[in-house]
């Protein structure tokens, strides 16, 4: 079966705008205005690295942001410490005269018992 050139170069063209819009829908863009002096440094690490600068800066980004994202949000515990905590949900302690009073001067600010 023959296929037209011109089909073919149709059909490559449309794909080829659609993936274009789909790539500029799904991207966001983020400049940065740095020293000479801290781009040389970036574009030597990208080098060795054997990346563009982009690849370089964004993946640099992401770990960075990763790292600050499970350092703020993620509870790391030892095994003590998660023998602990899961001791404490199973069988949580009565509630002692502070927890009391906090309770009590929840419910009195917030117009609330819960």
């Known amino acids: ?9 149709k059909t490559a063209r449309s794909a080829d705008r659609k993936d274009a819009k789909q790539s500029s829908e799904s991207k966001a863009r983020l ?7 801290t781009h ?3 574009k030597l690490a990208s080098d060795i690295q054997g990346r563009t ?3 370089f800066v964004v993946h640099a980004a992401l770990e960075a942001a990763t790292k600050t994202i499970e350092e703020n949000f993620i ?3 030892s095994m003590e ?3 602990a905590f899961a ?7 009565e509630p002692n005269d502070a927890l009391r009073r906090a309770f009590e001067r929840h419910s009195a600010l917030t117009g609330r018992n819960d």
Request: hydrophobic content about 35%.
């Open 87 to 93: 001791e404490a949900l199973l069988n949580p302690p």
């Open 81 to 83: 410490g998660q023998e």
């Open 31 to 37: 400049e940065a205005r740095i020293s000479k002096a």
């Open 53 to 55: 600068v982009t690849d």
């Open 1 to 9: 079966m023959k296929t037209n050139v011109n089909e073919q170069s």
């Open 75 to 77: 509870v790391q515990l």
């Open 40 to 42: 040389t440094r970036i």
